[in-house]
């Protein structure tokens, strides 16, 4: 069985061999194969190149790629690149000071066949039409897995020309790391934290093996099942759209928010989901706490510790705040302390609590956890 590499692991990948060779990512649908173009484009490595925006190759059609040109003058035609591919006669092989590009191709083994055989010279050649990418130029393409029954398959005497690699699922600890520097609602990282299963593959009931070390529930109702009719399941995708969900709670009822949260993420995802909500609801206002932390009462049911922790780490934006929101936590529970310093110490609010005395001896009291 090929192994499966993480979300870093493929970037580092991409970032090594990707100006070379076209990587393509195989992966369960959802699970953050388009946010590996936005990482890229962020590094700093690529900071010079081209970011062309994501191309679905579902969409693609006649002259998405590129369109004939017709020289009268000397008796031929052109293939001329379409703007979205950052190659032009300014910007090609060969010209002094040219870009390179960082192209990703999303959904490639679904394209009609007539598409891929135009897509086939930049995945094979970083040319596109009769222009040549410049020198560094990075494509790479993602699909799903073909398990999945969605369709997606690449023929033998092609892949053999790509590098093929399998990304999983992100664990449960990622994703939360992820989360809560992406502005995801705090309700839905708690909810993640307290059902880590959320974040289990079906892939692994088909190998019978285990996943992030641990045996797996085949009844677990929260993910994909290619075999059974589900409106909605949880993925990382599909949690973030939960979450733009429940920042508009407010112009919603109760009966709309969780059919809609059904819809996104499946009834059993959104049921235990609608719980972490309803606590977070309860919770004493975080500008009460910033300005009052001592004089405010922590809630006693741990649910609602769990999704204030969260709601801390995820809306701390100064020092002042940090301080304040420092000896709030420290009248939780113990378990809720090292939850709250263990989230923050690995996201980038560390910054805005580094300084605080009392937070770092609360780390310091919590060494395991970090």
């Not at 059609?61 to 006669?89: A, C, H, Q, T």
């Not at 045996?215 to 599909?238: C, E, H, M, W």
């Not at 009834?267 to 206002?285: C, I, K, Y």
Request: with cysteine; net charge negative.
């Amino acid at each position: 069985m090929q192994q499966l590499l993480s979300f870093t692991q493929v970037v580092n990948l991409i970032k090594a061999v990707g100006d070379k060779r076209t990587v393509i990512v195989e992966g369960e649908n959802g699970i953050g194969k388009t946010a590996l173009f936005h990482a890229l484009r962020k590094d700093p490595k690529f900071a010079d190149h081209v970011a062309v925006d994501p191309i679905d190759c579902t969409q693609l059609s006649d002259g998405s790629v590129w369109m004939p040109d017709i020289d009268k003058e000397n008796g031929v035609s052109r293939e001329l690149p379409n703007e979205r591919f950052g190659v032009n006669k300014h910007n090609q092989k060969g010209i002094n000071g040219a870009r390179p590009a960082l192209v990703f191709l999303d959904e490639i083994a679904k394209a009609p066949q007539f598409i891929k055989n135009v897509l086939a010279p930049i995945v094979y050649e970083r040319r596109v039409g009769n222009y040549h990418m410049p020198e560094g130029s990075v494509v790479f393409c993602a699909t799903n897995l073909s398990v999945e029954g969605l369709g997606d398959s690449i023929q033998a005497h092609l892949r053999n020309r790509l590098t093929f690699v399998k990304m999983r699922k992100p664990s449960a600890d990622e994703w939360i790391n992820w989360a809560a520097d992406a502005g995801v609602a705090p309700e839905v990282i708690a909810f993640v934290h307290m059902y880590p299963q959320v974040m289990d593959s079906f892939m692994d009931y088909e190998e019978g093996g285990k996943y992030h070390g641990k045996a797996l529930d085949k009844d677990n109702p929260y993910v994909f099942n290619p075999r059974a009719s589900q409106i909605g399941y949880a993925t990382p995708r599909s949690l973030v759209s939960a979450s733009d969900i429940i920042k508009q709670i407010d112009n919603m009822d109760t009966e709309t928010l969780n059919c809609a949260l059904s819809g996104t993420v499946g009834e059993s995802t959104a049921v235990d989901m609608s719980a972490a909500v309803r606590f977070g609801r309860s919770l004493p206002l975080f500008e009460r706490i910033v300005k009052d932390p001592e004089g405010t009462d922590v809630p006693d049911n741990p649910t609602a510790q769990i999704v204030q922790t969260f709601q801390f780490v995820t809306r701390t934006s100064n020092r002042d705040e940090a301080e304040a929101v420092t000896k709030y936590v420290q009248s939780m529970r113990n378990e809720m302390q090292s939850l709250f310093v263990n989230t923050v110490a690995r996201s980038t609010r560390i910054a805005q609590f580094a300084t605080v005395p009392a937070f770092g001896k609360m780390l310091a009291d919590n060494k395991k956890y970090h």
